[in-house]
């Protein structure tokens, strides 16, 4: 039977006119034609009078008909406002009816908060539909009738338009919210938990942010439309059903996003979606009620019995049999069965992937836990490394099988560790050679099995990819030799290579976002399905070489309690053999390194190097017919004490001064250097700018050439520099031997002409590079060792002028005349000065006006004495010429020399002393 509700209205037909009054024309005449006969029988006038009633009953009349009509139309509106009144009131209780079926075939979170029944109910539409909202939507009502008036026709406008309706948008439309962060979340909560209240676990399943939600059902499950949680920020899943996604404000949608609720106000939003826009009032829920709804939907989740894996402890497992012949270990729990892998019989080697927190780095502690309970360090051992925060293996560092836990936070240690593997290789084919065996298992107790565990091997191997290649041989060649790997990432792409993958059969894989990456380890796409809950972490696929398809485990855990015990159990036995030498120490002195190694007597020791590829440390010595060594390295980096190493060893070490003065004294002096001089030259390139453009040329010259000769000479240049620049970069090509300490970043390492991959990060003090080999550079063993230096060939020659006036002077070596140019003079000109006063008596140059004789000097500017020529010349010729080194721009034109004087460091009070037949000499100003 019908619903008498979804009968049409009908409007209420349109009130009839009232009749218009007539005119009462007979009424009128009547007494008019009776008035004329009364008065032809009468004969009287008065009987005329009875004329006049006619008109005025014909007025009356149409007086009362007009009074009739209006009462007419009065009664006839308000028959009409009522049957208005009375359809309003039947469209609201029929949009009434119509609101409540449509929010109870498709609720709210809040609607099913209020009648959780409706909680999984299969209602037809109700799983293709997301509610957005609460608006103004259309409706079923029909209304039929005409609409003759206005409220007729406001009332069939109404009647349209279905106040307070669920907004709907399609269930694959995608939604993209917009607004202030924690509005926009609370918003995007609600929508992600209507979906998982409207529909089943398996159904739909949730992925996206783990931190939202992460309690709901929907999180466990594997099958189902997907709902992806996210931000605009992360890029969508190619398998994602319902993206529901927040952004910034004033940010595009995404792609795949239909509808953008766009936040207006609280509470308020606009809805735009297929060409239309419309305002709605929008739902959020809070962290707290959404962790409410979510802990009730697990109940009843659990009451339904869609339960997750149990969770299980190693100790509850049965220990294998030990031995070296297998690696057989319960590792965990499928179909209420223990999970028994062995890398020797389903391996040899092992591939396990998974997202972060998806239970890796527990399967690998259990894994080498459960092969150490029944087996000796004599017959296992275990190198880990982790290279994804240094806690992975914190808890298994303390057993005897382990050679050594090795992390990224150390990576140099690490890396180290790793390539010692290579010699590995090599040992263990020189005891099957030796043993006459074809494999492990023919060299009894020679050879321990060695598993190589490494946690996120993709980043290892992207910080290292010259790795490649060893873990490609050790995967080719590990059955034979008892090497085996179990390598775990989060990702396959560029991280395992053909020849890893193709000897790696044993494949585990826990939860990935690429569906790519699963159908490489297992070859389905299932374990991109698996839950990312808290709840169900550790459950993974795996698949042996034999399986057919991958089967659902899920990985014991390990408590610190077993580990302990295994650990106490094997207290008393050797711990396994370490398949590498120790790392270099952070400081070593000569003797240490001489002790250490068989470095020769009377060669000069630089440091110790390590050389893990054939498991070596030996001694670095300076060649005894090197030109030179250049020693570049930052600040604090061990330049200056790698020179006195040298020096301490050298039997005529020479350094070069640290001033400009002393070094330009220096290098020339070199001419005259013995056979076997050590000449050490500390910050180079800090010196070279302090010359000026004029002198740095000509005494880098000199420099250069004395690295052109030294090898014939016997001399031997040591040069530290901070970086290989410029025209001292291009002098010191020269000196072939080059040390490498460590540079602030990689990028002025690979400056500096070292190899990108040899860069080190904060490497020790002295830790260096001896061509591509790791050195440890050697400190001296004495250091209170004192420092040599040359004796200047020009040296300061102090000397002093008396001065009334107090212009410096200066005693000057006798001659006829004496002149001193300075740039500031009491006046411009050339001043005489009287030497009366000098340290000591200056020769007669003339008799004076009185006919005294007294020492005289004249002092002026270069200006001055350039515009007194003749004199200038004179004094050039027979005199003594005093040039400050403040004047140098003018040397040249006071002087007529072209050849530049020796380097005087400027505003220091020096000086140089012109004499003929003389070389020009730098002096010293006195002060005062």
Not at 179 to 206: D, F, I, Y
Not at 310 to 331: H, W
Not at 634 to 655: E, F, K, M
Not at 737 to 754: E, I, K, N, S, W
Request: hydrophobic fraction near 45%; proline fraction near 7%; include cysteine.
């Amino acid at each position: 039977m019908d619903d008498p509700l979804d009968e049409p209205l009908r409007l209420p037909a349109p009130p009839p006119a009232p009749p218009r009054p007539t005119i009462p024309i007979a009424a009128a005449i009547v007494p008019i034609v009776g008035a004329v006969v009364l008065w032809r029988v009468t004969g009287s006038t008065f009987a005329l009078w009875f004329a006049a009633l006619g008109p005025l009953m014909a007025v009356a009349g149409i007086i009362d008909g007009l009074r009739t009509s209006r009462r007419a139309k009065r009664r006839s509106s308000r028959e009409s406002a009522a049957a208005i009144r009375a359809l309003d009131e039947e469209i609201e209780e029929r949009h009434g009816a119509e609101r409540r079926r449509a929010w109870r075939r498709t609720p709210d979170v809040a609607g099913y908060a209020v009648d959780v029944d409706e909680v999984w109910r299969v209602v037809p539409g109700r799983s293709e539909v997301l509610v957005v909202g609460r608006g103004s939507g259309g409706s079923d009502l029909r209304v039929e009738g005409e609409a003759h008036d206005p409220a007729s026709r406001d009332l069939r406008r109404r009647a349209r338009v279905l106040d307070d309706a669920p907004m709907t948008v399609p269930m694959s439309a995608g939604v993209a919210v917009s607004g202030p962060p924690v509005a926009a979340a609370a918003v995007l909560r609600a929508l992600a938990l209507q979906t998982c209240l409207a529909r089943a676990p398996g159904s739909v399943r949730l992925v996206g942010e783990a931190a939202e939600l992460a309690a709901v059902p929907h999180r466990a499950a594997t099958r189902g439309a997907v709902v992806f949680l996210g931000t605009g920020e992360v890029p969508l899943p190619e398998d994602a059903d319902l993206p529901l996604i927040r952004i910034a404000e004033g940010a595009p949608p995404p792609p795949r996003c239909a509808a953008v609720l766009t936040l207006t106000s609280h509470g308020r939003a606009r809805l735009d979606h297929a060409g239309s826009s419309r305002e709605v009032a929008v739902e959020a829920v809070s962290r707290a009620q959404a962790d409410e709804i979510a802990a009730a939907l697990a109940a009843r989740s659990t009451r339904l019995g869609h339960r997750p894996d149990d969770v299980i402890c190693l100790e509850d497992l049965s220990p294998q049999g030990g031995g070296r012949a297998s690696l057989a270990a319960a590792i965990g729990m499928s179909a209420g069965a223990p999970v028994v892998v062995d890398l020797v019989a389903d391996g040899p080697h092992a591939v396990v992937v998974g997202v972060t927190g998806s239970g890796k780095s527990e399967l690998l502690t259990t894994w080498m836990t459960a092969m150490c309970r029944t087996r000796t360090p004599q017959e296992l051992a275990l190198l880990l490394v982790d290279f994804k925060g240094g806690r992975t293996f914190d808890a298994l560092a303390g057993l005897p099988h382990v050679t050594g836990v090795l992390t990224d936070l150390d990576e140099e240690r690490a890396v180290r560790a790793v390539e010692s593997l290579r010699a590995e290789v090599r040992h263990r084919e020189r005891v099957l050679a030796h043993a006459q065996a074809r494999d492990i298992d023919g060299a009894g107790a020679a050879l321990a099995r060695l598993v190589i565990v490494v946690d996120e091997y993709a980043a290892l191997v992207t910080a290292r990819p010259e790795l490649h290649e060893l873990f490609g041989d050790i995967a080719a060649r590990g059955r034979a030799l008892g090497m085996h790997l179990v390598l775990a990432s989060q990702r396959v792409g560029g991280a395992f290579r053909d020849g890893v993958l193709a000897n790696a059969p044993l494949r585990i894989a826990f939860r990935v976002t690429d569906a790519g990456d699963s159908r490489t380890i297992i070859g389905q796409d299932d374990a991109v399905h698996l839950p990312g809950t808290a709840a169900a972490r550790g459950s993974a696929l795996l698949r042996c070489a034999a399986d057919s398809a991958p089967r659902r485990i899920r990985v014991a855990l390990c408590r610190a309690e077993t580990i302990a015990a295994v650990r106490a159990a094997a207290s008393a036995l050797a711990p396994a053999r370490r398949p590498w030498l120790p790392p270099l120490p952070e400081r070593i002195g000569v003797g240490a390194v001489r002790s250490r190694t068989e470095a020769p007597a009377a060669a000069i020791v630089l440091g110790i190097s390590d050389e893990p590829e054939h498991q070596r440390q030996s001694a670095v010595t300076l060649p005894a017919d090197a030109a030179g060594l250049v020693v570049v390295g930052g600040a604090g980096s061990g330049r200056t004490s790698l020179l006195r190493t040298v020096a301490g060893q050298a039997a005529a070490p020479v350094w070069i001064p640290e001033d400009p003065e002393g070094a330009w004294d220096a290098v020339y002096a070199l001419d005259e250097a013995p056979r076997g001089t050590v000449v050490l030259f500390d910050d180079a390139d800090a010196l070279v700018p302090r010359f000026g453009a004029d002198h740095g040329a000509v005494w880098l010259g000199a420099l250069e050439r004395i690295c052109r000769e030294a090898r014939g000479r016997g001399i031997t240049l040591v040069v530290s520099v901070s970086r290989l620049s410029g025209t001292l970069g291009r002098v010191l090509e020269l000196l072939p031997q080059r040390v490498m300490l460590p540079m602030a970043t990689r990028a002025d390492h690979v400056a500096a002409g070292g190899a990108s991959g040899d860069f080190v990060p904060d490497a020790p003090a002295g830790r260096g590079r001896w061509g591509r080999t790791l050195v440890q550079f050697a400190m001296p063993d004495d250091d209170d060792s004192v420092r040599l230096s040359v004796a200047p060939l020009w040296g300061p020659r102090p000397v002093a002028l008396g001065s009334a006036r107090g212009i410096i002077g200066f005693v000057l070596a006798p001659g006829p005349r004496a002149a001193l140019v300075r740039t500031a003079c009491a006046r411009e000109g050339i001043e005489i000065v009287d030497l009366a006063d000098a340290a000591r008596p200056a020769p007669d140059v003339g008799a004076g006006a009185d006919g005294a004789r007294a020492a005289r000097a004249f002092v002026g500017s270069p200006e001055a004495w350039l515009a007194h020529w003749g004199a200038l010349a004179h004094v050039r010729e027979h005199g003594t010429l005093v040039v400050d080194a403040a004047c140098a721009a003018e040397y040249r034109g006071v002087t007529g020399s072209r050849e530049l004087p020796p380097f005087a460091a400027p505003g220091k009070g020096r000086a140089w002393l012109i004499e003929p037949g003389v070389a020009v000499r730098r002096v010293r100003l006195p002060e005062g």
